[in-house]
């Protein structure tokens, strides 16, 4: 019989719904016929399956985020319901998927999250996808998350401004790093500017400079001023005077001989012969 299952497809089954249960333990709801859903709109083919009766599974996936905390779903501002049931012949045949908004998302948003499940589908056909499934519903809520969070980041005039500081310092980094490139075009528009604030200082200096000798100050340029520096310093040299020179000279031999005199120690010439006599007896 064409559309019979062997033990080997209902053990893959039973194996699966074993390792969902390990993964997401109390989120993997196993739903009453009540709380089935009325149409698959995430399963391509799903007119053409045959579930038999199969329990169908509920879980419900939010966003990743940093600051989940504990992980209360409440504290989400969306998030999908994903249900699914194993088909007659899975996992060579698709199974049954459905999706559905918890709240926050728009109908044209929960049919694009349909889309990436169906596209899941065909990726992985022939072999256990729901985990598959799973993760797209994961990566859909979580690009969506960023997208929504980037457009709320651009309509904040503080994190306009964030941004804008952060772009300019990273644009003085790499004139750091780098400098600015040179052209033909850049150096003649420096150099008119360069040749301006010149003219503009020369002229300011010039009337600076008329000013001041208005107000009986010599102006002294940058060029005066640094020879006025480096000229070696003028010796004042007294006139000289021939007259006082002979003078004070006289003056300072009346003053050696009065030196002279007062180191006499009482000697004469006679004493000094009676001293001679003296020792030529003691000697003859």
Partial sequence: MADAEDESQLEEQMLEIEALQSIYMEDLLELAESSHPHQWNASPSAASLSRDDKPVYMIQVYPQREDDGD???SSHEFGIELYFAHARGYPERA???H???VRGLSVSQVAQCADAVSAAVEENA?????FSLVTSVQ???NSLAEEQQSEAKANDPM???RQRRLEEEERIQKLRKHGHDVTVDSFLAWREQFLVESAASREAAERAAAE???KGTEAVNGKAWFLQQQAPAEVEVEEYDEEAFVEESEDDEDENEDEEGEFDFGTSDSDDDDLLDEIEATLG
């Fill in 71 to 73: 992980g209360d779903p």
């Fill in 95 to 97: 199974p049954f998927a």
């Fill in 99 to 101: 999706v559905s908004s």
């Fill in 126 to 130: 022939g072999m256990p996808m729901i």
């Fill in 139 to 141: 990566e859909w809520l």
């Fill in 159 to 161: 994190e306009q401004e």
């Fill in 212 to 214: 001041k000798g208005e």
